[in-house]
């Protein structure tokens, strides 16, 4: 039996890159995934035909994690579909990648709607709805940890959803809701913007000795989300090669 049948799962930004690995992952374990996506229907739609045409549940539902409303709207039509909710995956996630000097209240705007307030409203909306014993996962990025020139603004975003979710633990670790998040390195997927150059060094830098890809993403959140996990909360998982 899959490790997963009977689970439901919402993971936000699964049309494309990362999110789509880890929908189709968490599939082939056997969880109804809900596959989430903002302007991209028809790659969505191929996810879910996937999906499906594979043996599996899926459906596709659009929505911004940045607009409360659509989030409320994503957590109410997966319950409608599939019933109860196990499993939620926020993969969504944007990128400016600038020096500081030329940021703009734009830029600020545009990751952090999205990285922080967007991370904010989904753990919130998780955080009442996953059923005791849940898993929830938050995603980041190694950039936290390890600064990247440029790369400042990103990492600043992204470190906020990285602290709600620690302190999620501590709230609702009581219903044995595990509450982790995990942060890719440098992973070869169409939303990569960092300049080659930049890429390159940290190719270099990486013990592995290449860019990551959307599967080694993927099986780290399987592991996560699985019963074998079920020890495992509050945690940074860094999914990057060896680069730090």
């Keep these: 039996m899959a490790t997963l049948t009977g689970k439901v799962a919402i993971v936000t930004a699964s049309s494309r890159g990362i999110g789509r690995a880890v929908a189709k992952r968490l599939s082939q374990d ?12 028809d790659k969505a739609e191929a996810v879910v035909q996937e999906i499906v045409s594979n043996g599996g549940r899926a459906i596709a539902i659009q929505g911004s994690v940045a607009d409360k409303a659509d989030v409320l709207r994503l957590f109410d039509e997966t319950e409608q579909k599939f019933g109860a909710i196990d499993i939620v995956v926020n993969v969504a996630g944007v990128s400016v990648f600038k020096p500081h000097s030329e940021l703009t209240d734009e ?5 952090f709607s999205v990285n922080a307030r967007g991370a904010m409203y989904v753990l919130q909306e998780a955080a009442k709805r996953v059923k005791d014993g849940g898993r929830i996962v938050q995603f980041s ?18 470190a906020a959803g990285e602290r709600f979710a620690f302190a999620l633990s501590k709230e609702i670790g009581h219903r044995q809701i595990t509450v982790n998040v995990v942060s890719p390195g440098v992973t070869d997927t169409d939303g990569l913007i960092m300049p080659q150059e930049a890429i ?45």
């Design 107 to 111: 830029d600020f705007e545009k990751v």
């Design 141 to 158: 990025t190694g950039g936290t940890m390890m600064p990247i020139p440029a790369g400042g603004i990103y990492a600043a975003s992204k």
């Design 30 to 41: 056997g969880a109804a995934v809900v596959v989430n996506y903002v302007s991209s229907p």
């Design 200 to 244: 390159n060094q940290l190719i270099q830098q990486t013990p592995l000795g290449r860019l990551g890809e959307p599967d080694d993403v993927a099986n780290v959140v399987a592991f996560l989300v699985s019963d074998d996990a079920h020890w495992v909360t509050g945690q940074n998982i860094q999914a990057n090669g060896g680069i730090l």
